[in-house]
């Protein structure tokens, strides 16, 4: 299982697990924000203590994957066309990083703050490995 880290509070990364959940046809992934107990946990497993990017984290084959590494490797398990973005992972890290925090430092900006929690249907809700922890 591949379980995908996001931050509750952002629109961006919202709409990005819902394009995920649509596009993930062998339904490989699993969700858990990253405000909950579920991803603490999940990271405290794996060595990752204090601050991480309140963005997309990608945990899997024991790995963790953060900014654009989680984000080509999520784009790679799904369905065609996007795994073709994963050649983007020939461009050195620091490099497509620094995109991705630009992006990052400004997106509530243009993009704003989730009022609400994402209501996921009964099917999908299984999916989220936080569920029972949201009211």
Same mark, same amino acid.
């Given at each position: 299982?591949?379980?995908?880290?996001?931050?509750? $509070?952002?629109?961006?990364?919202?709409?990005?697990?819902? @394009?995920?959940?649509?596009?993930?046809?062998?339904?490989?992934?699993? @969700?858990?924000?990253?405000?909950?107990?579920?991803?603490?946990?999940?990271?405290?497993?794996?060595? *990752?203590?204090?601050?991480?990017? $309140?963005?997309?984290?990608?945990?899997?084959?024991?790995?963790?994957?953060?900014?654009?590494?989680?984000?080509?490797?999520?784009?790679?398990?799904?369905?065609?066309?996007?795994?073709?973005?994963?050649?983007?992972?020939?461009?050195?890290?620091?490099?497509? $990083?620094? @995109?991705?925090?630009?992006?990052?430092?400004?997106?509530?900006?243009? @993009?704003?703050?989730?009022?609400?929690?994402? *209501?996921?249907?009964?099917? *999908?809700?299984?999916?989220?490995?936080?569920? $029972?922890?949201?009211?």
């Amino acid at each position: 299982m591949d379980l995908i880290l996001f931050d509750g $509070d952002c629109n961006v990364c919202n709409r990005s697990v819902q @394009f995920v959940l649509k596009r993930d046809t062998k339904r490989r992934f699993r @969700f858990a924000s990253l405000q909950s107990a579920v991803a603490r946990r999940a990271l405290e497993e794996r060595g *990752v203590t204090g601050e991480v990017p $309140d963005s997309m984290i990608l945990i899997t084959e024991g790995r963790v994957w953060l900014r654009s590494g989680a984000v080509l490797r999520i784009a790679r398990g799904l369905r065609f066309p996007w795994p073709v973005l994963s050649v983007f992972l020939l461009v050195p890290a620091p490099i497509r $990083d620094w @995109f991705y925090k630009r992006f990052a430092e400004r997106r509530y900006r243009w @993009f704003g703050r989730a009022e609400h929690c994402l *209501v996921p249907t009964p099917e *999908v809700r299984a999916r989220f490995l936080d569920a $029972d922890e949201r009211g």
